[in-house]
């Protein structure tokens, strides 16, 4: 009796990621399967660059197809979204009257907007370690600091340069930690305020996407001002988005402006990638004992209700303040810790959310 597809996905559907905790194949993982006599090949793609973890996932697909009866050889291939974005060729682009294009950017991948109902949730902090947790995964990654009135990237990123301007009014963005960064902060005195109507703040927009050399990116993570105004409308109507992040804390009150935040996505056609919960607890240095301060599980329960993926919950503690504050944010500054850990778990949901978004059609239809 010879080997069919039915049979390898059934035996791999036993492979979990160790990470998101989920099968293989119902991951999406599994492509170009292909069955000759007795060899059997196939590739698993990943969202991201393949690393210890992800070698021994390949072993144990590996190990698991080679048991099955009439399998005599079998060829396991590792790829990455992000390793396939680098060797590419980009397709010309083909503005439409009627929708936003990637005609401002069109060597930047994936547009992702960090946002969040109220201000206060750790939005801009979140933005920044989730950044640079991708990037420690092999991504490149650039920084769009959009909220205009109070912009904090180029602090919690420890900047003091500005942007270089090159002969045909274009910007060469701030690198720091391997990211590209822009902001409004690079360009404002310290106490000073903008007071900007809609007209200027879309212009803004404009500028700093299609004025600025983003280079080739996977990801361009746009820190977005609280709330649902002029921003967000025109970043939605200036080019296509990957999706949203939205960050709440579990508090019932942030909660429920995040909601309209969502609510607000959806109208743009904005898909929502998932909600992180914030300050989601705080565990007591001394003795161990976890504080539920602002409540508990509340993001998770409300992105259960809405439908919407919950891609992670990051703790409460002093060091994400004190490394913020020096502009050595926590991946970088103590990556072992236990919040660093959390913020490389998020960053490896997100991406699984946004090759699960970006993937107009699957390769493999499973059906045992």
């Not at 701030?174 to 703040?201: H, Q």
């Not at 212009?203 to 990801?219: A, C, I, N, P, S």
């Not at 300050?279 to 602002?294: A, E, L, N, P």
């Not at 926590?330 to 959310?353: G, M």
Request: glycine share 10%; hydrophobic share 40%; aromatic share 4%.
């Amino acid at each position: 009796m010879s080997i069919t597809q039915k049979d390898i996905l059934r035996a791999l559907s036993g492979v979990q990621d160790p990470e998101l905790r989920q099968d293989i194949v119902s991951l999406g993982y599994i492509k170009e399967l292909t069955i000759d006599g007795g060899k059997v090949h196939f590739r698993i793609e990943l969202a991201l660059l393949p690393g210890p973890v992800r070698d021994a996932l390949k072993q144990e697909a590996q190990r698991i197809v080679s048991k099955l009866s009439g399998v005599e050889e079998v060829e396991v291939v590792v790829t990455s979204l992000i390793q396939k974005s680098q060797t590419e060729k980009k397709a010309p682009v083909s503005p439409s009257p009627s929708s936003p294009t990637r005609s401002l950017i069109p060597t930047v991948r994936h547009v992702i907007a960090v946002a969040s109902g109220k201000g206060g949730v750790g939005k801009s902090t979140v933005t920044a370690n989730l950044a640079l947790a991708l990037a420690k995964s092999g991504a490149r990654i650039g920084i769009m600091d959009a909220d205009v009135y109070g912009p904090t990237i180029p602090t919690l990123l420890g900047i003091t340069g500005t942007p270089e301007a090159l002969g045909d009014n274009r910007l060469i963005p701030v690198e720091r930690y391997g990211l590209r960064v822009m902001s409004m902060g690079f360009f404002i005195k310290e106490g000073e305020a903008i007071v900007w109507r809609g007209p200027m703040l879309h212009k803004t927009m404009e500028q700093f996407l299609g004025g600025v050399v983003w280079g080739d990116l996977d990801y361009l993570i746009v820190d977005l001002p609280p709330g649902t105004g002029d921003i967000q409308l025109s970043l939605c109507q200036i080019i296509p988005m990957t999706g949203a992040v939205i960050v709440s804390t579990p508090q019932d009150v942030a909660l429920h402006v995040a909601t309209k935040a969502i609510a607000m996505f959806n109208k743009l056609n904005c898909p929502v990638l998932g909600v992180i919960e914030n300050m989601s607890h705080y565990v007591c240095t001394h003795c161990g004992k976890r504080d539920d301060i602002f409540g508990s599980g509340g993001a998770k329960k409300a992105a259960e209700k809405l439908g919407i993926p919950f891609l992670g919950e990051i703790p409460l503690a002093t060091n994400v303040r004190i490394t913020s504050d020096e502009g050595k944010p926590i991946v970088i500054s103590n990556p072992d810790s236990p919040i660093s850990q959390a913020f490389v778990k998020t960053s490896q949901n997100l991406a699984q959310e946004v090759k699960i978004k970006s993937e107009a059609k699957t390769d493999i239809k499973i059906s045992f």
